[in-house]
């Protein structure tokens, strides 16, 4: 029977000669993730792969996503390296985060010690302080969007909620999102909210995880759960230590306005706990600089004047060009050699 729809192969042939794909790591709603390796240095990659036909009215989210990801770049953040959109189908080409969820990292281990929920949360609120101050709330906190990568360091996903609302964070998101236990009560009492409030509590949800092991708010039937949440009532079982207690408090207020800004956060004495820096939020490696040894290597390997090379990696097209000198970059900070395969 003729049918005009191309075979799997063939939609993916956009990718040959620049990545190869392997198996799906991860499916959800209207994508799935595949893992890659980028043909010219040999690292891996995630893809993420979604039919722009199924993605419906979400195609706008998607876009929305993909312009903050440009925006977004921080050693907690899930890096984009590039995007290829074809007629039917987006391609996400993301970093490689091989350590799994920690959702799984503290389900394996019951519940984490103090001292190792700290490195975790300070890691979390320096990303979520970092988008916060370029206007964006990510709206979807929770142990499943945070991924482990090589080095146990924690990268923030799927900004597929995120919102950077037209008149700033002053502007209310009516749009009731993300998941329920983490979701602050104003959000979902349906009233206006700011997206960096409700973020603010989904850290105290996340914190409660990292150092019990369960939710503080849970509840098989969800209006159960969300009175719950609008009440604020949560218990703290007998191990946490007076500091961390403190800290939740001021996380989980039911009124917003009472909660603690990011600002605040990151120099709380539970954060603070053992370090003596605040949490840093700016990303120390952003120079406007590019590197010379990478710009090189890409140059003498298309064969095109250093001018040019720049050009492209400025205009933030996220092409391949500079996806590969993302990668090139990343294997000179881990002291990787950064010789590109020439076919010669
Ligand atoms: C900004 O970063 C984003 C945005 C987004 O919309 C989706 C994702 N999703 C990702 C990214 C990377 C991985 C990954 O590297 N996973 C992995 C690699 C090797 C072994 C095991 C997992 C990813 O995994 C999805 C399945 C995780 N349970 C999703 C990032």
Known sequence: METNMPSKSSSYAVLEGQYTLHETIGTGGFAKVKLGTHVLTGDKVAIKIMDKRLLGEDLPR?????????????????????????????F????????????????ERDRLEEKEARVFFRQIVSAVAYIHNKGYAHRDLKPENLLLD???????????????PKGGMETHLETCCGSPAYAAPELISGQEYLGNEADIWSLGVLLFALLCGYLPFDDDNVSTLYKKIQNGEYECPFWLSQKSKQLLHRLLQVNPKHRITVTELLTDPWLMEGFTEPVLWKNPFKTSKLDEECLIELSMYYGKPRTVIVEEIMQRNFTYISATYSLLLQRKAKGQRIRLESDT
């Open 150 to 164: 090589d080095e146990q360091n924690l990268k923030l996903i799927d900004f597929g909620l995120c919102a950077r």
């Open 92 to 107: 996400l080409i993301l970093e490689y985060c091989p350590g799994g969820e920690l959702f799984d990292y503290i389900v």
């Open 62 to 90: 998607v876009k929305l996503e993909i312009e903050a990801l440009k925006e977004l770049s921080h050693q907690h953040i899930c890096k984009l390296y590039q995007k290829i959109e074809i007629e039917n189908k987006i």
